[in-house]
């Protein structure tokens, strides 16, 4: 029977992208692991492998179709034997859109990333076709390739009751080769789930009203892409959800400023040139393995208390901002973070980082101090229980602690608090760590 290749959803955030170009045509053989299309999601372009092996029957949306919405069907995928004329027959003849409420993890995304790391299913072969796409107890698809329908089929096996291995829990040949027959477990009483109040709509004017108030003035409609719609969602769910509250200190740079330009003088040599911001990335996360209450993020019902600084930096591109994350940052050298620094904001303004590099992390920075800010308030990234948003140092006249009155580099940061996740004190605490570690430089060498 011929299958559907569906729409995948290439990060947890998308629900809609744009089918950017086919890599294969109708007719095409393909093996898992080769590349079939590229597709732009909300915050890159990726390419989209295919998982299993066959003939592209029929594409059924074109290149450059935008608003393509997750799991709908894009491509119809033909095992050995069968022709395009079985297609008019079969299921995957008509495109559907999917329910995509919530992007849905498809059985066709071969992975995060574009590599070909994938080893190909070995396919057998046979004249009885494969069953249907099996469902479970609440009416959702449940995915499996061909050959493992076909086999459990055999062997008399419920698909409902075998854990997939394969991409984003696929059932594969290997899964139901080694499960046995087992008697269908009874159905408990179904609960209705605890579900999260949904985020109030945003109150305001609707877009026909706000354009009839301009009627007559010359102006241009901005189409929103994807990264905008989603930056948009998730700050305005952020702002409505996320209980804020709002420290604020200053740090005196000046020591920190003549212990950097010493250490770029030594690594000069080596091609290596530190940044302010490299210091404020290692701060952050020995301040998060010092007060490591405050290492965590809000996950619904419950908070998730990492262990390593996964610090994530907000980096501004053309349309919008990535915040990639520096994992494992308090491990790093100040060379080894400015290099991947630097790496990772190049990648995010090609939009060319991969969904694990910009997804995850604990704490965020913001700076805005190359731009002459001197201070702002940050919005959280959910999950997030924090960020920082980094104001630009100026000279200001400051009383040292014997009354002498001078003259000091100094700069301002708000750290904006999940107060579900952090209390007061304990945000004090953190942004106390984080001050300590850049008045004294020296310390996050120790």
Same mark, same amino acid.
């Given at each position: 029977? =011929?299958?559907?290749?569906?729409?995948?959803?290439?990060?947890?955030?998308?629900?809609?992208?744009? &089918?950017?170009?086919?890599?294969?045509?109708?007719?095409?053989?393909?093996?898992?692991?080769?590349?079939?299309?590229?597709?732009?999601?909300?915050?890159?372009?990726?390419? $989209?492998?295919?998982?299993?092996?066959?003939?592209? %029957?029929?594409?059924?949306?074109?290149?450059?179709?935008?608003?393509?919405?997750?799991?709908?069907?894009?491509?119809?995928?033909?095992?050995?034997?069968?022709? *395009?004329?079985?297609?008019?027959?079969?299921? /995957?003849? !008509?495109?559907?859109?999917?329910?995509?409420?919530?992007?849905?993890?498809?059985?066709?995304?071969?992975?995060?990333? /574009?590599?070909?790391?994938? /080893?190909?299913?070995?396919?057998?072969?046979?004249?009885?076709?494969?069953? *249907?796409?099996?469902?479970?107890?609440?009416?959702?698809?449940?995915?499996?390739?061909?050959?493992?329908?076909?086999?459990?089929?055999?062997?008399? #096996?419920?698909?409902?009751?075998?854990?997939?291995?394969?991409?984003? %829990?696929?059932?594969?040949?290997?899964?139901?080769?080694?499960?046995?027959?087992?008697?269908?477990?009874?159905?408990?009483?179904?609960?209705?789930?605890?579900?999260? =109040?949904?985020?109030?709509?945003?109150?305001?004017?609707?877009?026909?009203?706000?354009?009839?108030?301009?009627?007559?003035?010359? $102006?241009?409609?901005? @189409?929103?892409?994807?990264?905008?719609? !989603?930056?948009?969602?998730?700050? !305005?769910?952020?702002?409505?959800?996320?209980?804020?509250?709002?420290?604020?200190?200053?740090?005196?740079?000046?020591?920190?400023?003549? $212990?950097?330009?010493?250490?770029?003088?030594?690594?000069?040599?080596?091609?290596? @040139?530190?940044?302010?911001?490299? $210091?404020?990335?290692?701060?952050?996360?020995?301040?998060?393995?010092?007060?490591?209450?405050?290492?965590?993020?809000?996950?619904?019902?419950?908070? &998730? @208390?990492?262990?390593?600084?996964?610090?994530?930096?907000?980096?501004?591109?053309?349309?919008?901002?990535?915040?990639?994350?520096?994992?494992?940052?308090?491990?790093?050298?100040?060379?080894?973070?400015?290099?991947?620094?630097?790496?990772?904001?190049?990648?995010?303004?090609?939009?060319?980082?991969?969904?694990?590099?910009?997804?995850?992390?604990?704490?965020?920075?913001?700076? &805005?101090?190359?731009?002459?800010?001197?201070?702002?308030?940050?919005?959280?990234?959910?999950?997030?229980?924090?960020?920082?948003?980094?104001?630009? %140092?100026?000279?200001?006249?400051?009383?040292?602690?014997?009354?002498?009155?001078?003259?000091?580099?100094?700069?301002?940061?708000?750290?904006?608090?999940?107060?579900?996740?952090?209390?007061?004190?304990?945000?004090?605490? #953190?942004?106390?760590?984080?001050?300590?570690?850049?008045?004294?430089?020296?310390?996050?060498?120790?």
């Amino acid at each position: 029977m =011929p299958t559907e290749i569906l729409m995948p959803a290439l990060s947890p955030t998308m629900e809609e992208g744009t &089918l950017a170009k086919w890599l294969v045509k109708e007719g095409d053989t393909v093996n898992a692991g080769d590349l079939l299309a590229e597709i732009e999601t909300d915050k890159a372009t990726m390419e $989209f492998e295919a998982v299993d092996e066959g003939t592209i %029957g029929k594409i059924l949306i074109e290149d450059g179709t935008e608003g393509v919405k997750v799991n709908t069907p894009i491509a119809v995928l033909l095992e050995e034997g069968e022709s *395009a004329d079985d297609i008019k027959s079969g299921e /995957s003849s !008509t495109p559907k859109s999917a329910d995509a409420k919530e992007p849905a993890k498809d059985e066709r995304a071969g992975g995060e990333g /574009s590599g070909k790391g994938k /080893s190909a299913e070995p396919v057998a072969k046979s004249d009885t076709p494969a069953p *249907a796409a099996p469902k479970d107890d609440s009416g959702e698809r449940i995915f499996a390739s061909p050959l493992a329908r076909r086999i459990a089929a055999d062997k008399g #096996l419920d698909l409902r009751q075998i854990k997939g291995s394969g991409p984003h %829990g696929r059932i594969v040949r290997a899964d139901v080769e080694e499960a046995k027959p087992a008697a269908a477990p009874a159905k408990e009483a179904a609960k209705p789930a605890d579900k999260a =109040p949904a985020p109030a709509e945003a109150s305001g004017p609707s877009s026909d009203a706000v354009m009839a108030m301009y009627e007559g003035r010359e $102006f241009e409609e901005v @189409k929103l892409d994807g990264m905008r719609k !989603t930056i948009a969602a998730r700050l !305005t769910e952020a702002k409505q959800t996320v209980p804020h509250f709002y420290l604020r200190r200053e740090i005196k740079l000046d020591a920190l400023l003549k $212990f950097r330009g010493d250490l770029n003088k030594q690594l000069e040599p080596r091609g290596v @040139k530190l940044s302010v911001n490299d $210091f404020i990335i290692k701060a952050c996360a020995l301040a998060l393995q010092a007060v490591p209450d405050a290492n965590a993020v809000w996950a619904g019902d419950k908070v &998730l @208390k990492l262990k390593p600084s996964d610090v994530a930096v907000a980096v501004a591109i053309e349309g919008g901002l990535f915040t990639p994350v520096l994992k494992d940052a308090e491990m790093k050298s100040l060379s080894a973070l400015s290099a991947e620094m630097k790496d990772l904001a190049t990648r995010a303004r090609d939009r060319k980082l991969s969904p694990q590099e910009y997804q995850g992390g604990t704490f965020a920075i913001s700076n &805005l101090g190359m731009f002459g800010i001197e201070n702002f308030d940050a919005v959280i990234n959910p999950p997030h229980g924090a960020i920082l948003a980094v104001g630009a %140092g100026q000279k200001k006249p400051v009383v040292e602690t014997d009354g002498e009155l001078t003259v000091a580099t100094v700069m301002s940061v708000t750290l904006s608090v999940d107060h579900r996740v952090i209390d007061g004190a304990m945000g004090a605490e #953190l942004l106390q760590q984080i001050v300590e570690n850049l008045e004294n430089p020296m310390v996050m060498l120790a």
